[in-house]
C-alpha cells in the first residue's frame, strides 16, 4: 500500500504498510530480487530485522532446490557492523544473529555473511580491513539500514556527519540501553565499542532500504525523513541519497502527516 505523500515532500520513496508483518514481506521480497540480480548485499541487524529474515527465509526455503541452490551459493553480503570484544560465537555478537537468523537455516557458506571481525587484536585495522574487503568485493549494491532511537545507522552514533569512514567508535549510553536486550537487560553489559561502516560507506551503496517499524520510532522517522539532514540525526543524510526507499508500518508514519 501506497500511502498519500505528506508536505512537504519526502525524500525517497515512501511504502506505509499495516504492520511489521507487510513490511517485512515487501523487504524480503526486495532482497530476494536482488539476491537474484548477484547484487552484494548490504545488512543490518537488530529486532526490526527479524521479522525480515524470517519472511526472507521463508521465501527462499520455499523455492525448488535447483533454483535454490544457485541463488544461495552466489549470496555476497556485508554487515553494518559488530560489537569490538565479542567472538563471532558469543550469543550477543551480531555475527552470532546473522547465522541463527540467516547462515545455519539457510546453509550459507561461512565466507558468505561477511561482518567485522570483533576479537581483531586491532580494532581500527579491522576497520580498514573490512572497507578494503567490501571495496573489492566491488561495494554495497542494495543496503538495508534500520533506525537506532537515537537516530543513529548503522552504529554511527550522533553527532556525525555525511563523510565518516568505517571505524571503529564508543557507543552511546542511549544505544546500549536500546541494545540491552540481547545481554540480559543489562546496558553495562553492552560493549562499550562497536566497529561500524560510516555513513561514507553507507552513501556510497547504489540503493538503500531504509526500514522502521512501531510508534517509538515514530518521531525520529520524522526527524530523519523531515528535518534539514544534520549531524544529531545521523540516519538524515539518507536523504541526500538518489536511490533511497523506505519502507515502514502505520505506527511509524504516524508523525510524518501533517495533522
Ligand atoms: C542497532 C544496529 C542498527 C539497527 C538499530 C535498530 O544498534 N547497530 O544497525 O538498525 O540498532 O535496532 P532495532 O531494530 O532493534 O530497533
Known amino acids: 500500500m501506497i500511502s498519500a505523500l505528506p508536505s512537504p515532500p519526502l525524500p525517497g520513496h515512501l511504502l506505509v504498510e499495516a504492520d511489521a508483518a507487510a513490511v517485512a514481506a515487501v523487504v524480503a521480497q526486495r532482497l530476494e530480487q536482488a539476491l537474484r540480480r548477484g547484487a552484494v548485499l548490504g545488512l543490518a541487524t537488530g529486532r526490526t530485522m527479524e521479522p525480515v529474515y524470517a519472511a526472507l527465509r521463508s521465501r527462499l526455503l520455499a523455492l525448488p532446490p535447483a533454483e535454490r541452490e544457485p541463488l544461495l551459493a552466489g549470496w555476497r553480503s556485508f554487515n553494518l557492523d559488530e560489537y569490538v570484544g565479542l567472538a563471532a560465537d558469543h550469543p550477543g555478537a551480531f555475527a552470532a544473529f546473522m547465522r541463527q537468523q540467516l547462515g545455519a537455516p539457510l546453509a550459507l557458506a561461512a565466507q558468505c555473511l561477511q561482518l567485522p571481525d570483533g576479537v581483531a587484536a586491532d580494532p581500527d585495522q579491522e576497520a580498514r580491513r573490512y572497507a578494503a574487503a567490501l571495496e573489492a568485493a566491488g561495494g554495497i549494491d542494495l543496503q538495508l539500514l534500520g533506525l537506532g532511537s537515537n537516530g543513529h545507522v548503522g552504529f554511527n552514533e550522533p553527532p556525525c556527519g555525511p563523510e565518516a569512514p568505517c571505524r571503529c567508535l564508543e557507543l552511546s549510553a542511549a544505544t546500549r540501553r536500546q541494545n540491552a536486550a540481547g545481554f540480559g537487560g ?52 539518507l536523504q541526500r541519497h538518489p536511490r533511497l526507499q523506505v519502507v515502514v508500518d502505520r505506527a511509524a508514519a504516524a508523525a510524518l502527516s501533517p495533522g
Open 186 to 237: 543489562d546496558p553495562a553489559a553492552v560493549p562499550p565499542r562497536a566497529i561500524t561502516l560510516g555513513t561514507a560507506e553507507i552513501l556510497a551503496a547504489r540503493e538503500l532500504l531504509l526500514v522502521v517499524t512501531g510508534e517509538a520510532k515514530a518521531e525520529i522517522l520524522r526527524r530523519t525523513l523531515l528535518e534539514p539532514p544534520c549531524p544529531e540525526v545521523p540516519a538524515s543524510w
